[in-house]
């Protein structure tokens, strides 16, 4: 079965000269970027057959900078463990399938049992929590002592939970098993407000099923609640991450992220 697909390979010029990184982007210079396929508006095929999104504009921008040629491939979602590390033989430390891509830009949550398995970079984006209400409500929820006495809903386990466990001490705080039941939920009626990630929720209210509700606004996470999405490498291409980490730094600096942000979302990326 195939589970990953070469795009295409994109040529870009070489800027050493204007790199902290050097040395580093002579070693690297071809890097397979992994994403996946069908996950708007972070990648996802567009109607000319092209990848596009999010991730995958923020891989350019980063080639660009470490001054890489960059092979762009879609990964499933369950495949990409094994695309990124391949899989060794235990017993001579050799791959019985070598690894396809080197890295990994599929909005991967950074978690400590990751960790041990992959090496990430520093955050390149936290999702803040949009606040879902029914339009004809009037609820306006303005800080978190607004949500005093509501029935507040969220994803079992989610950085949302996390979040309203700590600032919404006062709320009627539910718990659902996924986002759809969350969803129905506010829709029912079952609750007064949904909490959820906000690339979720500003896309459910633009769709007929959502056009119940509304967004009011959005609570920024919180770096203590919410570890943030990392770019993945395997754990030896200690220079590979270290590129990474210096052009994302780079990119934030000179507004090519902000500007890339702005295609795809009408909120900020950035934690509280």
Known sequence: MTFIRLLSATVLSFTFLFLPFSASAK????????????????????????LDGFDFKLAEALCSKMGVTCQYYTVTYDAAPVALTGIRDSSTNSYKREPQVDVLINSMTI????????????????????ILIR??????????????????????????????????????LKTFYDLDSL?????????????????????????????????????????????????AVRHEDTELLDMINAALTLIKGDGTYEKIRKQFFRFTLDAG
């Not at 071809?30 to 996946?36: D, L, P, S, Y």
């Not at 949500?147 to 507040?152: L, R, S, Y």
């Open 27 to 50: 070693t690297w210079k071809t890097v397979r970027i992994g994403f996946e396929e069908n996950f708007p508006p972070f990648s996802f095929i567009d109607s000319k057959g092209k």
């Open 183 to 231: 969803k129905d939920a506010v829709k029912n009626r079952e609750i007064e407000m949904a909490l959820m990630d906000a690339a979720s929720g500003y896309e459910w209210v633009d769709t007929d099923a959502g056009n119940c509700c509304k967004t009011n606004g959005h609570f920024r996470a919180m770096p203590d609640l919410s570890p943030g999405a990392g770019i």
């Open 111 to 130: 978690t400590e049992r990751r960790k041990q398995f992959f090496a990430f970079s520093k955050p390149y984006y936290y999702l803040p929590h949009a």
């Open 135 to 172: 339009k004809e409500s009037g609820i306006d929820i303005k800080g978190s002592k607004d949500t005093a006495g509501m029935k507040v809903g969220v994803v079992t386990d989610s950085d949302e939970m996390a979040y309203a466990q700590k600032y919404f001490r006062e709320a009627d």
